[in-house]
Structures are given as structure tokens and as C-alpha cells.
């Protein structure tokens, strides 16, 4: 089992930028898929990137797509989310997953394991 810690979220105004990163233990990241998922209040969990760490392959959201881009550091055992040109729709609670069994990438019921989230705002 990973233990996944989030860290990097925070306000920002809209059109700016914020990196998440999130610190994965236990488990060696390269056999990971690894995903960014966001949820705001009243609505459900959803998807926003992911990436297969051993090939670096990566998808998007259409929501997010061209402005947020996923990345993996193997040295550092962390993924990271670099988001720009945020906007208020952007804000949610961002979590950090990780599944090593065969699913869709989209899906939350792929994952195994979770961190706490992290907080991004994004004024108008």
C-alpha cells in the first residue's frame, strides 16, 4: 500500500498558476499509475490527469486540458500537477492516487490508494 501526501495548493487569482506535488512512500513509483482527481463542494469527485509512471504517458480532462500538465520525478518519488491560467471553476479539493491494477484511468474506483487532498481557490 502507498502513502501518498499532497502538498502545493493554496489561493490564487484567476490566470494564475499553482504546482501540486504529491509524495508517495511505501512503494516504488515507477510501478504506479498515478492520478489527480478534484472535488468541490456539493459535486462529486472527478477526474483531472493521469499518468502511467513507468512510460510517462499522460491524460487530461477535457476541462484541463492545453493548461495543466502532469509529471513524474522518479529520483523524488513524487508526481506533480502544474496547473496555469487557473480559473474559479478550477477550485477543489485536489487528490493525489495511485492503482497498479489493470482499470481505466479515469475512474475513481481504479484506485487503491489516497491522500488527504489539498486545497486550491481561485478568485474571480
Known amino acids: 500500500q502507498a502513502q501518498l501526501v499532497e502538498s502545493g495548493g493554496g489561493w490564487v487569482e484567476a490566470g494564475g498558476s499553482l504546482r501540486l506535488s504529491c509524495a508517495a512512500s511505501?512503494?516504488?513509483?515507477?510501478?504506479?499509475?498515478m492520478g489527480w482527481f478534484r472535488q468541490a463542494p456539493g459535486k462529486e469527485r472527478e477526474f483531472v490527469a493521469g499518468?502511467?509512471?513507468?512510460?510517462?504517458?499522460?491524460y487530461y480532462s477535457d476541462s484541463v486540458k492545453g493548461r495543466f500538465t502532469i509529471s513524474r520525478d522518479f529520483a523524488k518519488n513524487t508526481v506533480s500537477l502544474q496547473m496555469n491560467s487557473l480559473k474559479p471553476e478550477d477550485t477543489a479539493l485536489y487528490y493525489c492516487a495511485a492503482k497498479s491494477r489493470i482499470g481505466i484511468i479515469s475512474s475513481r474506483g481504479s484506485y487503491d490508494d489516497w491522500g488527504q487532498g489539498t486545497q486550491v481557490t481561485v478568485s474571480s
Open positions: 499518468i502511467v509512471a513507468s512510460a510517462g504517458t499522460t
Open positions: 511505501g512503494r516504488t513509483l515507477s510501478r504506479y499509475t
